[in-house]
């Protein structure tokens, strides 16, 4: 398919583990932005990847959160000695990056559990 | 700091009954106001993009309009599968993410 896609789509883990969310962008997107859903809450900036600009992490809520992106393919969210408060639904979206044409299309989401 | 307000929360509509959401916002140079859908357990399904003020766009029973303080998605006539949580999104002018409202939860009964 031609859509964004993230894995796995549920995860389980426990308090204190580490845990790795993959998103797979739309081809030729060139703009890459991680979310978090709470139950019942907006969505939640977390971090933003623009080609081979430095990433913008401004809405990392804490050091236990890192992201990668390898070039303007794949990234990897990466929550270190989870939390239960870190439960929640991620969502990657990805957009063409260009001033006028940027229309964020989103995976279907990560949903985390921690225990 | 940019903010994105949605109202009402939540809304229930019998088929056919048209309505409007509203989504205020201060959002510093606002460039672009974004509308999506979700449907429980999805990502947002991306539904319109608004760059000024009196502008308007339509897809099937949605019509999105913008002023210069608040847009409106209004829903004609509308049906049951129109049932979705509706976002609204503002995109500042110095960035390029978005500020989400919390949404309005679309129930639509036959």
């Known amino acids: 398919g031609a859509g964004v896609s993230q894995s796995p789509s549920n995860k389980v883990t426990e308090k204190g583990k580490d845990v790795e969310l993959r998103c797979d962008p739309i081809s030729g997107h060139t703009a890459l932005y991680w979310y978090r859903q709470r139950l019942g809450q907006g969505l939640e900036f977390l971090i933003y990847f623009q080609g081979n600009s430095a990433p913008d992490k401004s809405g990392l809520p804490s050091d236990r959160f890192s992201a990668e992106r390898t070039g303007e393919s794949v990234s990897t969210l990466t929550i270190q000695r989870t939390q239960q408060e870190d439960s929640a639904v991620y969502l990657c979206?990805?957009?063409?990056?260009?001033?006028?044409?940027?229309?964020?299309?989103f995976g279907p989401g990560t949903r985390l559990t921690v225990l | 700091e940019d903010q994105v307000t949605q109202s009402p929360e939540a809304l229930r509509l019998q088929e056919g009954e048209s309505s409007s959401l509203n989504c205020s916002y201060t959002v510093s140079g606002l460039r672009g106001l974004f509308w999506y859908r979700q449907d429980p357990g999805k990502g947002p399904e991306f539904l319109f993009t608004?760059?000024?003020a009196g502008e308007e766009k339509e897809k099937e029973r949605l019509k999105a309009t913008l002023t210069k303080k608040e847009s409106f998605l209004h829903i004609t006539a509308p049906k049951p599968e129109d049932s979705a949580t509706y976002l609204c999104?503002?995109?500042?002018?110095?960035?390029?993410?978005?500020?989400f409202g919390k949404g309005t939860m679309l129930l639509v009964s036959p």
């Open positions: 999104a503002g995109e500042n002018s110095g960035y390029s993410t978005l500020t």
């Open positions: 979206a990805s957009s063409l990056g260009q001033r006028g044409y940027n229309e964020q299309f």
């Open positions: 608004l760059y000024s």
